[in-house]
């Protein structure tokens, strides 16, 4: 069941113009834009580690290394998709993620789009994996013991 | 072993200052901008089926119902990535895809990423699942059977 | 003075990795999607005309004839735009407005970018232009008298 | 005359299904990403002055700082356009140039936009502008010369 993901970050976001194709539906590179942005604002405003600090002054890189998408439903412009976070898996320098943007214009509606992702944490100057920094590790220990 | 793949189309692609982050690598969904791409070029110059006329008049959608992504090696602002497809599984409405951007910087070079994506055929009308025209059919069973 | 603009509607966005390029600062189409979006909201939360059903459902287009633009400011990712618009001209079909994003890192910040956009009102199918629809005209009175 | 214009670059570009929008054309914020593109291959193909190292490597920026846009026609998914460069003025740092997006779709057709943009050379470390080093200097004149 979807529903016991131990989620441990949610956003809203409107699908705008700009996102949807000339089919009148999103896509779907749009999607891949708005995954980020949710990875993002889970950094900053759920674990507390500033996005643009950490890759910009802090030259830490969160690649992804594995992505996957499973398209379930459209969404059509003016669609308010919820977006939520999971955490799979926490390694030394890696994170795997779930992801899920749901849908709620009627009963009948669900998940859009259900995404893994794997991350890993690089130093940007020799673009190699690195453990992650303390302050982001303990950030992610707390949020995945939160969660057990 | 990848070489084995029987590659059924082949492009080019320069990678351009708006691919790329601030980390100075292809930011990921840009690269699924340039899969679309890929797959509109195969459409019109591979299998001889014009894409624009097929998603406007002719009202006909290939969306992906699943998409997954490796990310082996990371692409610069310049890199010229050599970009191709195999065909995997071919349905009544459903086409199973592997396909492949290389860099060709030095010959450590190899793989930059390996994409396995399920398109469907669907009526932009209704959204809806439905057989793949009879001119599409029969330009898919045509690359296939050369492939085998 | 730009402080005596009569400006009818603010947001805030932030600057976010994908908008930027590896000189590290915002890729100017970037600019022209978040003016899009700014656009979009405005009609949305300002107007109350919903954009999604204007463009989708009614069949109401409202494409740029003329944009310009002046950057100032160079931004980065995590800066927090303050975007506003104001209305210059409103004709029978035609909508001249000066939109401004403005930073607010430190006393010395200021104005990023400058535009001035006319945007047209026209029926997606002919792409022709065509007077407002009554709702939205009436808003538009609105706001502009309210500004005089 | 847009005829006379002496114009010193020119390239083709297809307009895809991600350029457009659900009103079936392009969404203008494409266009201004297809002009980088055009300026990207200006440089390299016909100045002799390889964008990506000069961006890269070489750290010499060459940001917008006044970009207009006249769009007056409609382009859709299919077509072709011409895209075109001409230089209005060189200074010691700056540079304004003509850009032209042409469709060939039949014989009215014509222009579908025109842009003025004035780009500033800059360093990439301070994000000040800078004279243009003298390889891409002593191209500018060369082309400008060539266009007297």
Redesign the interface.
Known sequence: MMMSKPWIFKRQEL????H??????V????Y??M???LV?DWFTQGLGI????L??PRRV?M?????????KR?S???DLLTQRIAINKLGRSSLGLTLQFDGTNNDEDGCRVAFEQVLVCTS?DT?KAQPFPPDLRAALERVTGAAT
Chains 1, 2, 3, 4 share one sequence.
């Open positions: 699908v705008r113009f700009g949807c194709d000339p089919a009148g539906i896509f779907y590179p749009r891949f834009e995954l980020n942005a993002e500033d996005y643009a600090q890759l910009g890189g690649p992804s290394v594995r992505l996957s998408a499973d398209f459209v059509r412009m003016g940007l673009h």
